[in-house]
């Protein structure tokens, strides 16, 4: 089971992608952009329930989101594009990275546990 956090987190993107739906379909009268923002914001909200919030997750969810929203809004190869971005600077910031850089955080954990060797 997921924790609560997450829960509240998936459910303002789902919350986000019905209001961005009705919003173009109701007012803007941009039903294709309307729909794109919801089916990117959905599959976003499935990959944040099921996945964890380390990076790689995170990178999965910006690349899917931007080759969808693409997609739907018949900007596909600049979203592909970004996409590459994404994937390029996820590799490069990350351990296994050819320049040996240290490991990013998205979200920075500060440990409060002391160094202690117990001797």
């Not at 941009?30 to 099921?50: K, N, R, S, W």
């Not at 899917?64 to 739907?72: A, N």
Request: glycine letters at 6%; a negative charge.
């Amino acid at each position: 089971m997921p924790s609560s956090k997450r829960i509240y987190i998936v459910t303002g993107m789902v919350l986000f992608g019905v209001a961005a739906l009705v919003y173009a379909w109701a007012l803007a009268y941009e039903p294709l952009l309307g729909t794109g923002v919801a089916v990117a914001a959905f599959i976003a909200a499935l990959l944040t329930y099921y996945g964890d919030a380390n990076r790689q997750t995170l990178a999965r969810v910006t690349i899917v989101v931007t080759i969808v929203y693409g997609t739907f809004t018949f900007q596909l190869p600049i979203a592909v594009v970004a996409a590459c971005i994404v994937y390029l600077t996820a590799w490069l910031t990350g351990t296994d990275s050819p320049f040996d850089a240290p490991d990013t955080q998205i979200f920075p954990i500060n440990s409060t546990a002391t160094d202690d060797s117990g001797d």
